[in-house]
């Protein structure tokens, strides 16, 4: 009964809201608790209690129809596309290698978005050779966690602040060759639910599905893409509230499974899925993560295709 009750309280908290920090942790916890569905069913049935057997066959069932979709895909693109590989690092209060993050950047993207962005990570990924392939850029690096920037190989227009959140977030325009309605690029940090105080994480949250649809109304047919630390997980309510507006996280639309990027560091083992990149009217062919040396985070790259003719 114990497996039991931790598979029914996984899967519950998945769709309360999360008032309290004892909320947000169990929401983290909720795949690993929702595990223990089938060892109910295997628990219960070596008891012969056939009643509860038939309850946690059908709790085991619901939870396969949850995460099994993490793992269909990729989906097949159809229209006439061009790539544009994201890749987006937390550099865990500008500690990151800025070698490490040059060399992958080299040979996974053509956009790169930094969060905990500092003077000294921004003037460390310049020196290391950031700027060399990824000429056009717009940052605000900002002591500790706040800073934020985005460097492209491609041109960029119409670069701004995103104004009223928690921390730094800039939206752009990403001219990618032979598309012909240039895709909307935002790098975000959401404020952390956990252990800080928890109201900003909610106001971040509950103010950025007005945005995404704004930005959608914006882009028209032309692709949105969202990508950094969201300090949330599919298993958190909020988080799947923005999806609700029309965009895919591209980690399940590639069947990527449930990709983990924090935390990492020495004997830590990444744990929880934070980091995102969410599309509209674009498609993600695959997803994966990179060891970034001296970050908390563990880079995510989206192989990303959209649409030339829109």
């Not at 060399?103 to 956009?111: H, K, M, N, T």
């Not at 990403?174 to 909610?202: N, R, Y």
């Not at 029309?246 to 083992?269: C, H, K, L, N, S």
């Not at 990444?270 to 990179?290: C, K, Q, S, Y």
Request: aromatic residues 6%.
């Amino acid at each position: 009964m114990v497996a039991a009750g931790a598979a029914v309280v996984g899967l519950a908290v998945r769709y309360v809201p999360l008032g309290r920090h004892g909320t947000v942790l169990l929401a983290t916890a909720s795949p690993y608790l929702m595990l223990a569905a089938p060892i109910a069913v295997l628990l219960l049935m070596l008891g012969r209690r056939w009643v509860l057997t038939v309850l946690a066959v059908g709790l085991t069932l619901t939870v396969a129809l949850i995460q099994v979709p993490h793992f269909l895909g990729p989906e097949q693109v159809t229209a006439q596309s061009a790539p544009l590989r994201v890749f987006t690092s937390n550099l865990g209060m500008g500690l990151g290698d800025p070698a490490a993050v040059v060399a992958a950047a080299e040979q996974a993207a053509d956009v790169v978005v930094l969060q905990e962005l500092t003077q000294e990570a921004a003037d460390g990924v310049i020196a290391a050779g950031l700027e060399k392939s990824f000429r056009h850029r717009i940052f605000d690096p900002e002591p500790m966690a706040g800073g934020l920037g985005i460097w492209s190989r491609f041109p960029l227009t119409d670069s701004a602040h995103v104004p009223g959140y928690s921390m730094v977030m800039l939206r752009t325009k990403v001219h990618v060759p032979d598309v012909a309605v240039a895709p909307i690029l935002v790098g975000v940090h959401f404020a952390a639910p956990w252990p800080q105080p928890i109201e900003s994480w909610h106001k971040d949250m509950e103010k950025f599905p007005t945005m995404l649809r704004e930005l959608a109304g914006e882009a028209g047919p032309g692709a949105v893409i969202v990508a950094g630390d969201f300090n949330a997980t599919h298993d958190m309510l909020p988080f799947r509230e923005l999806l609700a507006t029309g965009y895919r996280d591209a980690a399940e639309q590639a069947g990527a499974g449930m990709i983990r990027t924090f935390p990492v560091g020495t004997r830590r083992v990444p744990a929880v899925g934070i980091d995102h990149v969410l599309l509209r009217n674009a498609d993600a062919t695959a997803v994966r993560t990179e060891l970034v040396p001296g970050a908390d985070h563990l880079a995510l790259i989206a192989d990303v295709v959209v649409r030339q003719e829109t």
